[in-house]
């Protein structure tokens, strides 16, 4: 064999590796946790049994079932873990119950528990209210989405030592609280969810519309969450909620091509080619919105949302949309989350339903709500009002806040594109002096 065609070789079993890494680290963590009962040990054995992978797999070729391979490696570092710090004799027997005497990696090994208990408590393990929001998001990315430091500090635009201090104190906080490994049943799993929920978002929306940075999209991250969202449905399949989540992302998601222009500029929702909607998407979207209000009256803040994207879904164009629907399903969610970033999306139905004079009345009536004092969206919404009705001076002036408001620099140049629209229109409107 040639020497670049064993680079090669080595190259696609290193691919290989990264892949299966990224499927199985969730499901191998939790197995682990289970025993260990701790999330920094069990990662660090997760990762031990990638570098026996990575020093291995080269030679012999990626085993049939590498999933159960890395398991075994994993819970064989365990045992002399155990054995080492003389850890109590049940959970040493536990781990060498799974162990196959005289086969070291057998392919097909079963664990000895249902692998979908072990992921849904890592999943709330990651997601505990125990920790910040922002550690919360770090560890799901990083335990469950099976993202490297680097890969989140690269998603969230910061340091990567502030993300590496940030799963250290994570993992601190877990055990300090000593935070139960055990997964919750009924009333008690219930009240978790939406914790999990939170996250998940948060991840999705960063993907989504980014705050911060040159690209208004990240799709990684909203990958991430989908795939992380759709876990979580088979995992609490009874859960109304969860559906509704992965509704929302689905339809979301099935934009993103026609939500950039050429050069990554932002293209606003009645801008876009429906043409480049991802169909696939809407029907999987459109299929977990179904599933959520099968299985919950009143409907729940995740599912009103998955509605209204389903509305925009079925409607070929921005002119057939059931605004006067979208405006009902806004009253609803208001009324749960008396949330002010809400009432301003309501005002926005409204401006298509029923006028923007109407939701300008709406508009003005949040200036005084503190969290939406540096939301740049509230002057932009009030901008385009303000440009529907032709006071493209006044339009003028809150595109150019917004423009300061804004974080993203794709976001900035759009509002500043607008502005100049605006100022234009107006002087041509005026003539000259």
């Not at 055990?182 to 998940?200: K, N």
């Amino acid at each position: 064999m040639s020497i670049a065609h064993e680079a090669m070789t080595e190259g696609a079993t290193h691919r290989a590796i990264e892949a299966v890494w990224r499927i199985e680290s969730a499901r191998l963590i939790g197995g682990l946790v289970r025993v260990v009962r701790d999330v920094a040990l069990a990662e660090d054995l997760a990762q031990e049994a990638l570098v026996i992978a990575l020093e291995r797999w080269p030679e012999t070729g990626v085993p049939e079932n590498p999933g159960a391979w890395l398991m075994v490696a994993a819970k064989n570092r365990a045992i002399d873990h155990l054995r080492r710090h003389q850890m109590l004799e049940r959970k040493h027997q536990a781990i060498e119950h799974d162990e196959s005497a005289g086969q070291s990696f057998p392919p097909n090994l079963e664990t000895d528990e249902d692998v979908g208990d072990d992921l849904l408590r890592l999943v709330l393990v990651a997601c505990h209210p125990v920790l910040s929001t922002e550690a919360r998001v770090a560890l799901t990315l990083r335990l469950i989405g099976g993202l490297t430091t680097a890969e989140i500090a690269r998603a969230f635009l910061m340091p990567e030592s502030t993300i590496a201090q940030r799963l250290v104190r994570a993992k601190r906080t877990l055990a300090e609280a000593r935070v139960p490994f055990e997964v919750p049943r009924g009333a008690e799993l219930a009240a978790r969810i939406p914790s999990v929920l939170e996250v998940i978002y948060l991840i999705f929306n960063e993907g989504y519309a980014a705050t911060r940075g040159d690209e208004w999209m990240r799709t990684e991250l909203c990958e991430d969450a989908l795939r992380i969202g759709r876990i979580l449905t088979s995992l609490v399949p009874g859960e109304a909620e969860v559906h509704g989540l992965v509704a929302l992302m689905e339809l979301h998601a099935s934009r993103a091509r026609a939500r950039l222009g050429p050069s990554g500029e932002p293209i606003l929702l009645l801008d876009q080619d429906r043409a480049r909607w991802d169909r696939l998407l809407v029907e999987r979207g459109l299929a977990a919105l179904a599933r959520a209000e099968s299985l919950a009256r009143p409907l729940g803040p995740y599912t009103l949302q998955a509605a209204i994207a389903g509305c925009h879904a079925r409607a070929r164009t921005g002119a057939e949309t059931d605004w006067k629907k979208i405006v009902a399903l806004y009253d609803a969610l208001v009324e749960i989350t008396r949330s002010p970033v809400v009432e301003l999306n309501r005002a926005v139905a409204v401006s298509m339903a029923f006028g923007p004079a109407a939701a300008l009345e709406l508009v003005d009536a949040l200036h005084s709500e503190p969290v939406l004092r540096s939301y740049h969206l509230l002057p932009s919404v009030r901008g385009d009002l303000l440009m529907r009705l032709g006071r493209f001076r006044e339009a003028c002036v809150q595109f150019e806040r917004a423009a300061l408001l804004a974080q993203n620099r794709r976001e900035r140049d759009l509002l500043l594109h607008r502005a100049r629209s605006c100022a234009a229109t107006n002087e041509s409107a005026i003539g000259p002096s």
